[in-house]
């Protein structure tokens, strides 16, 4: 390399890898460029060269146009490398934010940025295109489009943990609350984030990373999906705020938490920041003896228990209902440290532990301690069969109570922050999508929370898809809403006609309970195509089924609440009466509150409160990326935000609107919806079923990658087309074994009646005849026996010793009209029984 030749200007600022190869950039200040390469100096004042690969790996290089901050001017030419590279550049140089058509990416420099300050909302309010991007112009575009349509907006933040979406949807609300609220609700809604926060957070640690963060650092991770939903009145003004919150990770609380990590951190926030008199009120200690919070607070949670509780008292909340929160959470903690021991055959509660959370929640220690020993089972109350039992019962106990508490403070939120009065015109939600792991998915709610937040991601990436190109239709090929989708027994069978492997089959469970037991008939006859997969639902007896999830098979009921049996997410009844005669208001309606935890109607009204904000029209989208994952303001790494850039689909946005498609999938995705279509297996190797699929079907119309396949929309279009004919024959099927099942069991009914009939006429027993006779009036059955059978009746009530029809009678036959006609009949005659029957 000759001297000079990139022109790294001494004392400039850049990133630097403190080997040639490494792919992590630290902060630095370049000393001098020789022949020899870059010397550098760090914050630390140590000095280095950086030489070949090194050089190339400074950031930002010389010559950088720092113009550009649309992430789609790279062209369709663009790769990973290229986006990550003008992504990484960007932010070396302090610029957080960059656009990708009307979507924001904002990759999170783990500090506090001095441009969020109301200057900064009156400049943004002006909608001065020349500006560069930033957060505020995002709420700034939804606010426009909602006064100029008076339609309501959505804004989606997106992105792995730890890379700033909380931070992000807090300053999206901020700017709107400064630009858009009357000053009774400004100081309220300022206050949203502090308060709720902690509920909803936990500290973690990346995986992999546990030597290099303590447990005491880390970041707050959100553990669910928040929506704050802003109304506005007429004059685009903000007149309440609704808060939405669906699918709170509970199992935060439990023994599923390893010991190296937090809970919720506002039990974390109490026990640092209460003060002595608070302390003792509610015999609070250090956290580690408590079973709940196992991990040390730190001084961060000092400042978050300052914070929270002057969000309390800036949203409303009395003194009174914030000592009756801290109560219940106090409690919890106490409820934790309760444990079982054998004594003499029998399982009993450490008294101690028990006699300390009764107090704590006002209720009677004896009374507790009893209830905590016994199950309730039909009614009927038998002893603890063992010692784990009693720890699974206190953990669910925790977990509904906790969650109850959640949405106490969430709707008092809510009913202190909408005054009421104001017509509501339009709304602007700002919903946060979390990253939920499947492998934490334990029963149907957390599965189906896992289903929205795949979904919404990827409307998100349809957003950013299409962003250029406004007036294009969103065709993704495939169905992302739930109103959209046909929970019915056919709609499965579509369903699994094009994704063997279930799709969402989970989804299914949310529709009418009597389709599953059409579904469970379906599959039983043998419904579905031989060459499909088996199907993954086995069942146990009339109740209950196994489906088996893509992570782990999971139990369910056929009760209404499709309850994980798996899991015994049950409390006993008997312990929330105890509980409800708490001499504390707020513990006594917890524990009489309805159930906020799993079942499908409740995980379906969650989640169609989601969708029904975010189904109506294209979402603003804020993405998120994390520079590394240490949480550390002086590292940049190179492959987690290449990572990032995947897995975000910025690659395929960029080729997408760039390139001409209207249409873009995995190649997972892609083969197993097309698969079917071309000859060989369509489990095989995902990316040779596209190829085949595009060789066949889509030469010059669509583009394989290794990851990703796009399409034209009448490539799209064809072969949805053809799908849906693959499908028909499936669907004809199912429809066919469901008919010719119903038929049979009519058949069958029928048999057992005439066989009544018959009995009871050759046993002149008059009460059996009555009832033959009654339920064949019932179905409106008119056989020629049914006649003579009457007139015997009136012989025998007048005549007991009248003789029976004599046996030159026809008994009568099975009617093809008793069968529903056409295919059922067929199905009846080929079943044991009705062949025998054939000639009639």
Not at 203 to 208: F, L, Q, W
Not at 502 to 515: F, H
Not at 688 to 698: D, L, N, P
Request: aromatic fraction near 6%; charged fraction near 25%; hydrophobic fraction near 40%.
């Amino acid at each position: 390399m000759s001297g000079g030749v990139r022109g790294f200007a001494p004392s400039s600022f850049v990133w630097a890898p403190l080997e040639d190869d490494d792919a992590v950039l630290t902060p630095a200040l370049v000393e001098e460029e020789n022949t020899e390469g870059v010397v550098l100096r760090d914050m630390a004042g140590r000095h280095w060269t950086a030489r070949g690969p090194g050089v190339d790996q400074l950031c930002p290089q010389p010559g950088f146009d720092f113009s550009r901050h649309d992430v789609c001017s790279l062209g369709v030419e663009a790769d990973l490398e290229t986006i990550e590279l003008f992504l990484r550049s960007r932010f070396c140089k302090g610029l957080v934010y960059s656009q990708l058509g009307d979507a924001l990416i904002a990759i999170n420099p783990n500090r506090h940025m001095p441009f969020y300050g109301r200057d900064k909302v009156d400049e943004y309010q002006a909608l001065d295109a020349s500006l560069p991007p930033h957060v505020f112009s995002v709420g700034a575009q939804a606010y426009k489009h909602m006064c100029n349509s008076m339609e309501s907006q959505v804004v989606m933040v997106v992105g792995e943990p730890g890379s700033g979406k909380s931070q992000a949807a807090k300053h999206v609300v901020d700017f709107l609350n400064m630009a858009s609220s009357p000053p009774e609700i400004e100081e309220k809604l300022g206050s949203l984030h502090d308060l709720l926060a902690p509920f909803i957070s936990r500290r973690v640690i990346p995986e992999g990373s546990h030597d290099q963060v303590s447990a005491g650092s880390g970041w707050s991770s959100t553990k669910a999906i928040p929506m704050v939903t802003l109304e506005f009145d007429a004059d685009q003004f903000i007149c309440g705020v609704s808060v939405n919150l669906v699918g709170l990770e509970l199992g935060s609380l439990s023994s599923a938490v390893a010991e190296d990590e937090r809970t919720f951190d506002v039990f974390y926030a109490l026990l640092r920041g209460a003060d002595e008199e608070l302390d003792q009120s509610l015999d609070l200690v250090s956290g580690s003896d408590f079973h709940c919070t196992r991990v040390e607070e730190d001084d961060g949670d000092e400042g978050a228990f300052v914070a929270m509780t002057r969000g309390m008292e800036q949203v409303g909340l009395t003194e009174g209902e914030r000592l009756d929160i801290f109560r219940v959470l106090a409690g919890i903690m106490h409820l934790s440290n309760i444990s079982f021991s054998t004594v003499d055959g029998n399982v009993e509660a450490n008294e101690d532990a028990v006699t300390v959370a009764a107090e704590v929640l006002q209720v009677d220690a004896d009374a507790l301690g009893d209830v905590l020993v016994t199950t309730e089972i039909r009614g009927s109350h038998e002893p603890l069969e063992s010692e784990g039992e009693g720890r699974v019962l206190v953990e669910r106990l925790l977990e509904l109570m906790y969650a109850r508490l959640v949405r106490y403070v969430v709707d008092r939120c809510t009913a202190l922050l909408s005054p009421g009065g104001d017509e509501v015109e339009s709304c602007i939600a700002v919903l946060q999508l979390p990253h939920l792991a499947p492998s934490r998915a334990t029963d149907f709610e957390q599965l189906c929370c896992a289903w929205l937040a795949d979904s919404l991601h990827m409307r998100c990436l349809e957003a950013m898809t299409f962003s250029v190109r406004s007036s294009m239709r969103r065709d993704l090929g495939m169905e992302l809403d739930l109103s959209d989708y046909e929970p019915t027994a056919v709609g499965i069978a579509r369903d699994l006609v094009g994704k063997p492997e279930v799709g969402l089959l989970d989804v299914a469970a949310l529709g009418d309970p009597g389709e599953l037991v059409k579904f469970r008939s379906a599959v039983e006859h043998g419904a579905f195509a031989p060459s499909r997969a088996e199907v993954p639902v086995k069942f146990r007896d009339q109740q209950d089924f196994v489906i088996q999830h893509w992570h782990r098979a999971v139990s369910y009921s056929f009760d209404d609440d499709f309850v994980d049996r798996a899991t015994g997410r049950s409390v006993s009844p008997s312990v929330l009466k105890v509980l409800s005669r708490s001499r504390s208001l707020l513990v006594a309606s917890l524990a009489k509150g309805p159930s906020t935890g799993g079942g499908s109607r409740a995980a379906r009204r969650d989640v169609e409160a989601v969708l029904q904000r975010t189904g109506e029209h294209r979402p603003w989208v804020v993405a998120c990326l994390n520079p590394n994952r240490l949480m550390s303001k002086q590292a940049v790494d190179i492959d987690v935000l290449r990572e990032q850039v995947d897995q975000l689909g910025l690659l395929a946005a960029v080729h997408t609107s760039q390139g001409g498609y209207t249409a873009q999938w995995t190649v997972e995705e892609f083969a197993g919806r097309y698969g079917c279509l071309v000859p060989g297996d369509p489990r095989g190797d995902a990316e040779a079923v596209c190829r085949r699929v595009v060789a066949t079907f889509g030469e010059g119309e669509a583009e394989v990658t290794a990851l990703r396949v796009f399409g034209r929309g009448s490539f799209r279009k064809t072969v949805e087309q053809l799908r849906e004919q693959a499908e028909d024959g499936a669907a004809v099927r199912l429809q066919a074994a469901v008919r010719g099942t119903q038929a049979r069991r009519r058949g069958w009914g029928l048999e057992a009646l005439r066989r009544n009939l018959d009995a009871a006429v050759e046993e002149r027993n008059l009460s059996l005849l009555n009832e033959a006779l009654s339920e064949c009036e019932a179905q409106d059955i008119h056989w020629p026996e049914v006649d003579r059978a009457r007139r015997f009746r009136e012989a025998l009530a007048q005549n007991p010793a009248a003789a029976p029809p004599g046996a030159a009678d026809d008994p009568g036959a099975l009617h093809v009209s008793d069968l529903g006609g056409g295919s059922e009949l067929s199905d009846w005659l080929s079943t044991p029984g009705g062949s025998r029957r054939s000639s009639a």
